[in-house]
């Protein structure tokens, strides 16, 4: 009798043992499967179909490696995304992750639309280009995961430079301008063809303020010396005149390098392919060279897309989130992308790569292009003008002013003059909005 | 009294879910957004009453009054629709060979979802796309005309499509106004002499005039209406020379979360419509039938 | 009813004429549909060029396989067929059960009800879409047919081209249900809905082409391009594929096609729709 008590008194603590050893096992598989099962709904903006492959394969191996997670990826139009961001931010159900670009990300930060990165981000934001970094800080905080930018080149025409006497690239504004008027009495072709839709990342570009203190400073001696220099070049022929302030000139522009009617095409390095295939001859014949430098040596043609954080995410995701995000935007998976796409990475790592510095023995354009464009990214920032209501509509005053200088129909001093009492208007009236 | 009461009820079971939908999604937006309008409304506060200040906005607000001043242009096509249309009709109400397929072929704009009207005439306008190329051939101009891309141009050219796709609509109604009346005035008059001319304004014009009447209040309506070909075809653009009131609605309500704005801009149209609507029903009333 | 018209059969030059601006205005008003076709089917040639081709250039489906590898096009195809079904379904039961008592009934307020309906057609409905957002999302409709749907299940003009075919039917043979005993609702099931078929299959045509063709709505409706039907997803389409131009016309002849044969074969209902809502 009392053997079998001491046996089953042992027993029963062994059994009660597996027994709590067996509840704390399901409790913890149970645990593990609740904390599973985290979707991450990420939005790029104008990927597909190119980059199906990349995103697919990236998307699969982030989920071998976090079993807990799953991944979704959606890509919409650049003409799409915004009204679809807004509507799932009104549905309260945003994405985790969504492509934007730096004048939109502003405007949304202004109106709490996206939250900031900065702890997201945490030790990771070391890994980024500073440009990149500047471009999306705005009050101090960072707004979003870089992702990739560009910067301009310049393709130049050989045969028409040596036509026109010059055997070295521009290396100013001023130069660029009497190149291209070199060119035109020369050959008759048009040397340079600017984005004039944009007059204020031009004017940022060359050091030039466009506000200051609330208030519009495009009239200053110096800008107005800016628009004559140009009008100068324009009314001597030295600028391409077709679209020169039509919103989007560059299928204009492009298509007047391939046909030989331009000799200078400043073009972010992704050009060169189209030049290749639609216009083999010139591509032949054509020598990338860096945009020079503005005074304040920043490059054009700065156009950073990265990853925002809409507001309305549920909380207990932001961890998942962030760790999704720096693994998307890190250095192995940006250079992939950046080889792919013919656009420069943000990472640091990244755009030291030696894809980007080696050359073969004789570089064709495209290969130019990636080089020249790697040693010009850490001088790339985006160049708009932030803080503003309504931008777009103050930037057509300023695009018709300037248009007006340029041709002649209007005097420059007294038309920036006019735009810029404009704009004193309304930006005073948004101070006083608050 | 009782069966009275009985059949009332009847009636309002069976016209219940058909009024419960209409107050939701017709009558509640009219009176709340009216209302919205009046407040500083985002999704994550109450609203709270600020008076005019979203319309002080929207009104000095360079793309609203854009859009409006727009949208009053549209007013434009309201004549050339219905004449075209009426044209349309008296040409095809006869019983010439293959009329029909005729007839198919105008109302075929109306029947295509205007996401694809704006594709397909996104081609039609493109610099080097075949209207440039027939304008050219014809020596109508002399370069490719950016339709699209020259802001003093591209209202222009996204009114057109409107006219394009109203066009055969408004021609099936006027094709019905045109069956309806009595063959026997045509013929009587043909007896007594009148030419062709003479009896279309005699004859047939006086008896089209209810149906130009509609036609012309839905014509008016849907053009201060407009924003679809605008969303489809220019996104607003070049330079926001494209927009109109009810775009710049869609644009800050729907692009950049701004409802106060939206809702201001969806009030001022409505304004307008009810406007124009109010005394045209006052002058149908005695007439209706 | 006889139709006047202008015929006069000895005028060959004035036939010729007549014709002649038919065909014009036909060629205006086909002519984008041929070109998209042709640049769809095409597979070689510049697109944008002068001058132009009118006709295919090496015709392949290549195009038409692009779009169905890259865009869940046969997702838009269902997601377009079950929100024209719902829509047309849920039409026909709502606006003939309104119809029905304005039609055929006495009542208080009949009036008034009939009042507000014609009011529905004159407020302007296209400024509601940012306040019927709003309501879907409380509503949680968000990201469902039904969110899509609700707004565009009654409408005034399918309630009065209904009314006026309820006005039709005799008289006596609704008397003669009544002295059966029928009641008001087997009545409305029985006799009055088998006798206006033909109506009904013109709301029916009617309504799935503005389901099928409705694209502001959706788009703001739904939040995945899986869930878009075609109307939208031609515009997705388009934007991905940016200045691939064969592909758009490609998968744009695919949204156009559907909606094309059902008016072809249906093109009396059209007709006859209008006929009926200017009366």
């Known amino acids: 009798m009392h053997q079998r008590t001491g046996a089953s008194a042992s027993g029963t603590r062994l059994v009660k043992r597996l027994l709590a050893a067996g509840v704390a096992a399901a409790a913890m598989a149970v645990s593990v499967s609740c904390a599973a099962t985290q979707n991450i709904e990420f939005w790029t903006m104008s990927l597909k179909p190119k980059f199906v492959p990349y995103f697919e394969s990236l998307v699969k191996k982030y989920e071998a490696t976090h079993p807990g997670v799953t991944i979704e990826w959606v890509d919409f139009p650049g003409d799409l995304i915004q009204t679809k961001l807004v509507t799932r931010i009104v549905a309260g159900k945003p994405p985790a992750l969504v492509n934007l670009n730096v004048p939109w990300a502003e405007e949304y930060a202004r109106d709490g639309l996206i939250m900031p990165v900065d702890i997201l981000m945490g030790t990771a934001k070391s890994t980024y280009v500073k440009a990149a970094i500047d471009d999306l800080t705005f009050s101090g905080k960072i707004w979003g995961f870089p992702l990739y930018s560009n910067v301009t080149v310049i393709a130049c025409n050989t045969s028409l430079l040596k036509q026109a006497g010059l055997t070295r690239p521009p290396r100013s504004l001023d130069e660029q301008l009497e190149f291209a008027v070199r060119i035109y009495e020369k050959t008759g072709k048009a040397g340079y063809a600017p984005a004039l839709s944009k007059p204020d990342g031009f004017m940022l570009q060359q050091g030039l303020p466009i506000v200051e203190n609330g208030r519009a400073v495009f009239n200053s001696p110096q800008h107005v010396a800016l628009v004559k220099k140009l009008a100068a070049a324009y009314q001597a022929g030295g600028i391409l005149k077709d679209h020169l302030f039509a919103e989007d000139n560059f299928p204009t522009v492009i298509a007047a390098y391939n046909g030989g009617r331009l000799a200078m095409l400043t073009a972010p390095p992704a050009a060169l392919n189209r030049i290749e295939t639609d216009a083999p001859d010139v591509y032949a014949i054509t020598k990338v060279v860096p945009a020079p430098l503005g005074p304040t040596g920043i490059v054009d043609g700065g156009w950073l897309i990265h990853f925002a954080v809409p507001v309305g995410l549920d909380p207990a995701l932001l961890p998942a989130v962030a760790d999704f995000a720096r693994f998307i935007t890190n250095d192995e998976n940006q250079l992939a992308f950046a080889k792919l796409a013919n656009v420069f990475p943000t990472t640091v790592a990244a755009s030291n790569d030696s894809y980007f510095q080696k050359l073969s023995a004789h570089p064709n354009a495209s290969e130019q292009a990636m080089a020249v464009g790697a040693e010009s990214m850490k001088q790339s920032r985006t160049l708009y003008v932030a803080g503003i209501e309504d931008y777009d509509e103050l930037r057509r005053a300023l695009v018709n002013a300037v248009e007006a200088g340029m041709t002649g129909k209007q005097n420059v001093k007294a038309a920036l003059d006019a735009a810029a009492a404009l704009w004193n208007k309304k930006l005073a009236r948004q101070a006083h909005q608050g | ?289 | 009813m006889q139709i006047f018209t202008n015929a006069s059969p000895s005028h060959p030059v004035r036939r010729i004429g007549q014709y002649l601006l038919l065909i014009m205005l036909a060629v205006l008003c086909v002519f984008p549909f041929w070109w998209t076709v042709v640049t769809a089917i095409s597979s070689r040639g510049n697109i944008f060029e002068f001058p132009p081709t009118f006709w295919p250039q090496a015709p392949s489906l290549a195009n038409f396989a692009e779009v169905f590898r890259v865009i869940p096009i046969l997702a838009f195809y269902k997601n377009s067929i079950l929100i024209a079904f719902w829509t047309v379904v849920w039409k026909l039961v709502l606006c003939s059960l309104a119809a029905y008592p304005l039609a055929r009934m006495r009542f208080h307020g009949r009036r008034l009800v009939f009042g507000l309906i014609l009011a529905t057609m004159v407020l302007p409905s296209e400024v509601n879409f940012l306040v019927n957002f709003i309501t879907v999302t409380k509503l949680s409709l968000v990201d469902t047919y039904t969110g899509v749907i609700l707004p565009n299940v009654v409408s005034a003009v399918s309630i009065l081209l209904l009314k006026q075919a309820f006005e039709e039917v005799p008289q006596d043979l609704i008397d003669a249900a009544r002295v059966d005993g029928a009641g008001e609702w087997t009545i409305f099931r029985k006799i009055m809905l088998p006798l206006i078929r033909p109506w009904l299959a013109t709301v029916a045509v009617l309504s799935t082409v503005e389901a099928w063709n409705d694209y502001i709505w959706p788009f703001i409706v739904m939040s995945k391009p899986e869930q878009f039907p075609l109307s939208v997803g031609v515009l997705y389409l388009a934007g991905t594929y940016g200045s691939s131009t064969r592909a758009i016309a490609a998968g744009t002849v695919l949204t156009v096609v559907p909606m094309l044969l059902v008016f072809l074969f249906s093109q009396k209902f059209f007709m006859r729709g209008m006929d009926g809502a200017i009366k």
């Open chain 2, 1 to 289: 009294m009782n069966h009275a009461f009985r059949q009332s009820l009847r009636a309002y079971l069976f016209l219940a879910p058909a009024l419960v939908l209409f107050a939701v999604f017709a009558f509640w937006p009219v009176g709340y957004g009216s209302y919205l309008a009046f407040t500083d409304y985002s999704l994550i506060r109450p609203p709270h009453w600020v008076g005019l200040d979203n319309f002080r906005t929207i009104f000095e607000n360079d793309m609203f009054v854009t859009g409006l001043r727009n949208s009053l242009l549209f007013l434009l096509i309201v004549p050339v629709i219905q004449i075209g249309a009426l044209a349309l009709a008296v040409l095809t109400n006869n019983q010439l060979p293959g009329i029909r397929l005729f007839r198919a072929a105008y109302y075929l704009p109306v029947v295509t979802s205007i996401s694809v009207v704006g594709i397909m005439w996104g081609f039609m306008f493109h610099e080097q796309g075949t209207l440039n190329y027939v304008l050219l051939q014809l020596h109508a101009i002399n370069a490719p005309v950016g339709w699209l891309s020259d802001d003093a141009i591209a209202l222009f050219a996204v009114m057109f499509v409107t006219i394009w796709r109203g066009l055969g609509w408004y021609m099936v109604m006027y094709l019905a106004g045109l069956q309806a009346i009595p063959a026997e005035m045509q013929e009587a008059a043909i007896l007594d002499g009148a030419t062709r001319w003479q009896r279309f304004w005699r004859i047939t014009v006086p008896m089209l005039k209810p149906t130009m009447m509609v036609c012309t209040v839905m014509s008016v309506l849907a053009a201060l209406k407009a924003y679809q070909e605008v969303l489809v075809l220019t996104q607003g653009g070049p330079l926001n020379s494209t927009f109109t009131a009810l775009y710049y609605a869609y644009d800050q309500g729907l692009k950049h979360l701004k409802l106060p704005r939206g809702l201001a801009a969806s009030f001022v149209v409505s304004v307008c419509c009810i406007a124009i609507m109010l005394p045209c029903l006052h002058y149908f009333r005695p007439k209706h039938r």
